[in-house]
């Protein structure tokens, strides 16, 4: 009663609302007691507290977040969690984003391994288990193989089902319904248009315009959508597939060396696989549920909707005319899926010269071989070109049988398929058939029903045309899908088969000798030093050929401060040694043990060809370490400059513009340079054991001596390849390979000895025994040219010297008379 009083008077409901609740509210909390009031402003000040509070809190941290990855982005450098995860800092707009990367699970590899490689028949090991062997090569095409390799595929792109790519296959899912819901409104309102221009209805007409509008702007922002969200399917598949080729290719396996050098299962193309055939496999496969997906849905709600309208006859000649359509497409395509094959790996093959020209152009100028790599890359272009040529001549008939049936014929038999609730009314629907003729008045409203029902049944029909060719024109494109599919499989197949290092001979017969299914050593990390015991050093083939056998047996120890020099002749083995204690050539027989890594404790390599990697100079000091690693070691950048001192590089950080300068340092850098750089990333790290393959033979010797010097001094052992001489000085053991008649023979001495001495006389001798013979080879090599300049006519007389042969034998000026 209040409070119709308060409205009679206020007159305004509104403002009588709010003095009523403000009258409630006084009423309420003048009736409280003095405890609840205590206890509601305490409440209420401790909310404002802890809000200002939690607020500041956030702010703080995300302020030290923006901070720390503006400063990580700078380094290029990211943060590493106790599960193996790594954080990276990426550019966003004026700041930065953090993204965090989890590494695949062993477990994950070992589930997914019988996917990619399966258990060849009758092939059973002694266990009863059975070997994992890649699944024999097929034909890319619409079969069984690819039915298997892209659901492979698929458990990879979409792990679980509660993922971020199943959220937007769902959210992709509900705009393509929509769609299609915005298809069937437009064919009705299209309907109704019509019939109300016929009719000269013009307010129902305005309002069918108006309500034309409003679906077409829901429709533009459903097509936007649609295509927003198959572009972050791609995104979100290419995304999975890379991380876990990633974590499977670059791995302690050191797969992403096997796999070009012992396997060669997909060739020396490997990053045309992971770039440009991952990618085009990402973009096809995520335009296969819209281009499936979505004309099945429109087929199977068109069909039903035709069947309301035009009856059962209509029906039946749309699925015989979806068969017949199909079959003439299936037995005239042509095998798309293998000409993409082919064609991506012609194009890696035109990539690959492109990419070796510019990894040796410093040579390639120095040689002036501009036009010999010019031939080279016409060439490789010229095939491509030609099996380009071939596609586009087989996709010329194609595309004209297809756009004839899908555009022409199916339009035709679409309008005869409409008329027939006009021309045969028996066969259309029951309010068809039940038609009585009537008046004029009602003959003209038939006459509208009957236009609108045909310009609604022609714009289903023109959607049902266009959904059956998007699923027709689907053939081709799953055929390409096809081709992409089989170039990923088989290039994470091959993966798993170095991974799992499943190679087997076939089925009843015997793997080759020194054959990668025929690796029988042992490596064992963790010793205490560098130990070979009759290892055979052998050149790996790629599998399944065999080996070349270069020393049958070879066998070593060194202990700590046990400096080791390996010498000899080139082509016997020397890097081949180091390179088999790397574990990058596979130990066939015998026992190999090592530390286990880089590291105090740990052993490094130092390669021939010295390599320098992207990033600051602070990052070249330290590879393969990372800002963080360095700073997680307790190291700093004082500490760097003493290192680059000690190898006589210590003018750098000035010259070249401070530790956060970025170059492209593999340029900049000198030989030496280079090579002292790999000697200071030795003083950096501080191994107990090094193997340094020719790591100085571009530095003097006087330097040479002071790198090896401070190289022990720090407490490593140091295994040298080289041909040098004026190394065993600093050395405790040389191991002279390349030794006998078919220099495969070694021989192992400990320097200073009277063995190695005698050894070294020996060598004198032989040395002083061919410079006596120099005369009498200097006079022989006379005899020699001068046969060689005899001319002889026919008949068996000799020719005489011509007069300027003379003159120079006399050492006479030769004159232009006597010349001519």
């Not at 700041?95 to 059973?124: C, G, M, N, W």
């Not at 700073?631 to 010259?655: H, I, M, N, Q, T």
């Not at 026919?794 to 232009?816: F, H, I, K, T």
Request: aromatic residues 10%.
């Amino acid at each position: 009663m209040a409070t119709q009083s308060t409205l009679r008077q206020d007159g305004d409901p509104l403002k009588a609302f709010y003095n009523h609740y403000a009258t409630l509210v006084r009423s309420r909390v003048s009736g409280a007691s003095k405890l609840t009031k205590l206890v509601s402003t305490i409440s209420l000040a401790l909310a404002i507290i802890g809000a200002a509070y939690g607020g500041n809190r956030w702010y703080s941290r995300r302020r030290a977040e923006k901070e720390t990855g503006r400063r990580l982005l700078r380094r290029n450098s990211g943060l590493r969690g106790k599960d193996g995860s790594r954080t990276i800092y990426v550019p966003y707009r004026d700041s930065t984003s953090k993204v965090t990367i989890h590494p695949t699970k062993p477990t994950t590899f070992d589930a997914h391994r019988r996917l990619f490689l399966q258990p060849p028949r009758a092939a059973r090991m002694a266990d009863g288990s059975s070997p994992l062997v890649p699944p024999p090569q097929t034909k890319p095409g619409l079969n069984l193989a690819f039915l298997h390799q892209f659901l492979s595929l698929l458990s990879i792109m979409i792990p679980r089902w509660n993922s971020k790519e199943t959220g937007l296959l769902l959210s992709h899912s509900v705009f393509l319904m929509l769609r299609t819901y915005l298809s069937l409104v437009v064919a009705r309102l299209d309907g109704e248009i019509v019939r109300d221009l016929v009719a000269g209805n013009g307010k129902a007409f305005l309002l069918g315009i108006a309500k034309w509008l409003g679906v077409g702007s829901l429709g533009s922002y459903t097509n936007a959508m649609i295509k927003f969200l198959q572009s972050k399917l791609s995104i979100a598949f290419r995304t999975r597939l890379t991380r876990y080729i990633h974590d499977l290719y670059l791995n302690d396996h050191l797969n992403y060396y096997k796999l070009s050098n012992l396997d060669g299962g997909i060739g020396q193309g490997a990053d045309q696989f992971i770039t440009q055939d991952l990618t085009l496999f990402c973009a096809s496969a995520s335009s296969l549920y819209s281009s499936l997906g979505k004309p099945f849905v429109d087929i199977c709600v068109f069909n039903y909707q035709l069947l309301r309208s035009l009856g059962p006859l209509a029906l039946t000649g749309l699925l015989g005319n979806y068969f017949l359509t199909a079959t003439i497409l299936r037995r005239l395509s042509p095998p798309f899926g293998k000409l993409k094959a082919v064609e991506g790996r012609r194009e890696g093959d035109f990539r690959a010269l492109h990419s070796r020209l510019i990894a040796n152009a410093e040579e390639v100028a120095f040689y002036g071989g501009d036009q010999m790599e010019k031939h080279f890359l016409d060439k490789g272009f010229k095939e491509l070109k030609h099996w380009m040529e071939g596609i586009y001549s087989l996709k010329i008939r194609y595309n004209m049988l297809e756009d004839f049936v899908l555009k022409y014929s199916w339009s035709a038999f679409g309008y005869v398929i409409t008329s027939l609730p006009v021309f045969l009314p028996a066969w259309g629907p029951l309010a068809h058939a039940t038609e009585a003729i009537g008046g004029g008045a009602e003959r003209q409203s038939r006459e509208r029903s009957r236009m609108k029902d045909f310009i609604t049944n022609k714009r289903l029909m023109l959607s049902l045309a266009d959904a059956g060719g998007r699923m027709m024109y689907s053939i081709k494109d799953l055929s390409e899908l096809a081709g992409y599919t089989s170039r990923v499989y088989t290039l994470i197949s091959t993966l798993h088969r170095v991974h799992a290092d499943a190679y087997h001979a076939p089925p009843g017969s015997r793997p080759e000798l020194y054959s990668l299914s025929d690796i029988q050593g042992t490596v064992h990390r963790g010793f205490d030093g560098v130990r070979l015991e009759h290892v055979p050093v052998v050149a790996p083939g790629l599998y399944p050929m065999g080996g070349e056998d270069l020393i049958e047996s070879l066998s070593f120890i060194v202990h700590s401060s046990e400096h080791l020099l390996i010498t000899g002749p080139n082509g016997v083995g020397k890097s081949a040694v180091s390179r088999i204690v790397a574990g990058l050539w596979p130990a066939y027989r015998g026992l190999v043990s090592r530390p286990r890594s880089v590291g105090i404790d740990g052993i490094m390599f130092l390669p021939q060809r010295p390599y320098l990697s992207t990033g600051t100079l602070r990052d070249q000091v330290i590879y393969p370490h990372t800002a963080i690693d360095m700073k997680d070691a307790g190291r700093r950048d004082f500490e760097l400059s003493k290192v680059l001192e000690e190898a006589k590089l210590g003018y750098l950080p000035d010259r070249e513009g401070g530790w956060d300068t970025r170059k492209v340092w593999q340029d900049v850098l000198s030989g030496g340079e280079k090579q002292r750089m790999g000697i200071a990333r030795l003083l950096y790290h501080e191994p107990r054991y090094a193997f340094v393959d020719e790591g100085t033979s571009a530095v003097s010797s006087d330097v040479e001596g002071l790198l090896y010097e401070r190289a022990k001094a720090k407490g490593t052992t140091l295994i040298t390849i080289s041909t040098r001489a004026s190394l065993k000085r600093y050395h405790t053991y040389t191991l002279t390979l390349g030794l006998g008649e078919h220099g495969d023979e070694w021989e192992l001495q400990r320097i200073g000895t009277e063995s190695e001495k005698s050894s070294v006389e020996k060598e004198l001798y032989e040395l002083r025994d061919r410079l006596s013979k120099v005369e009498e080879w200097k006079q022989r090599s006379q005899e020699i040219e001068a046969e060689l300049n005899k001319v002889w006519v026919e008949g068996g007389d000799e020719l005489e010297p011509p007069p300027y042969m003379e003159a120079e034998q006399d050492d006479e000026p030769v004159s232009p008379t006597t010349i001519r």
